[in-house]
T-cell receptor, first 112, second 114 residues
Framework: NAGVTQTPKFQVLKTGQSMTLQCAQD?????MYWYRQDPGMGLRLIYYSASEGTTDKGEVPNGYNVSRLNKREFSLRLESAAPSQTSVYFC???????????FGSGTRLTVV | AQSVTQLDSQVPVFEEAPVELRCNYSSSVSVYLFWYVQYPNQGLQLLLKYLSGSTLVKGINGFEAEFNKSQTSFHLRKPSVHISDTAEYFC????????????FGTGTRLQVTL
């Protein structure tokens, strides 16, 4: 998935710990998204950013915060991780609305 | 708000057989529709999309889908599958007005065997 880079690829956290998932794109896209993928539930939108400096809640925002500091980067922060946040997290970008998302390769997060 | 239903969580099929993965959507407004594929331990890749025009849409890797407004469906088809098509397939929808974010279905696991 050239163009959208997510770090880290894997992470194990203890309950209550905090961490930030990073997403960077070099595609010059305006819109960026954070989804979580859970078995049998597909992908659910956590937060999105239509442009630099703006963010909006998605379907499942509780327990997360985001920052869109510049056009390239969109980070997702877990302030106090819970086992229910064990998931695979995907960052995606798009230009001109949804004429094709480009996804990162994902971050697999386990909270114990 | 829109929603997507993928009724089949798993579809087993033999190599070279045809396959259809079903997708139904719900929306009170006009929609754009998408199919994405996810290979193991990878992100999602766009297979095809319906924005307007012809209701039969052709995508990559020999897949096609047909938009049926009266039945609110967007089923994905391939006339002859290959082992390498084994993956998870997601249908997604957004409204044409905002077109700002996608709502995904729960996915269909296509398992191709010899």
């Amino acid at each position: 998935n050239a163009g959208v880079t997510q770090t880290p690829k894997f992470q194990v956290l203890k309950t209550g710990q905090s961490m930030t998932l990073q997403c960077a794109q070099d595609m010059n896209h305006n819109s960026m998204y954070w989804y979580r993928q859970d078995p049998g539930m597909g992908l659910r939108l956590i937060y999105y950013s239509a442009s630099e400096g703006t963010t909006d809640k998605g379907e499942v925002p509780n327990g997360y915060n985001v920052s869109r500091l510049n056009k390239r980067e969109f980070s997702l922060r877990l302030e106090s991780a819970a086992p229910s946040q064990t998931s695979v997290y995907f960052c995606a970008t798009s230009s001109e609305g949804v004429y094709g998302y480009t996804f990162g390769s994902g971050t697999r997060l386990t909270v114990v | 708000a829109q929603s997507v239903t993928q009724l089949d969580s798993q579809v087993p099929v033999f190599e070279e057989a045809p396959v259809e993965l079903r997708c139904n959507y719900s929306s009170s407004v006009s929609v754009y529709l998408f199919w994405y594929v996810q290979y193991p331990n990878q992100g999602l890749q766009l297979l095809l999309k319906y924005l307007s025009g012809s209701t039969l849409v052709k995508g990559i890797n020999g897949f096609e889908a047909e938009f049926n407004k009266s039945q609110t469906s967007f089923h994905l088809r391939k006339p002859s599958v290959h082992i390498s098509d084994t993956a998870e397939y997601f249908c997604a929808v957004t409204d044409t007005g905002t077109a700002s974010k996608l709502t995904f279905g729960t996915g269909t696991r296509l398992q191709v065997t010899l």
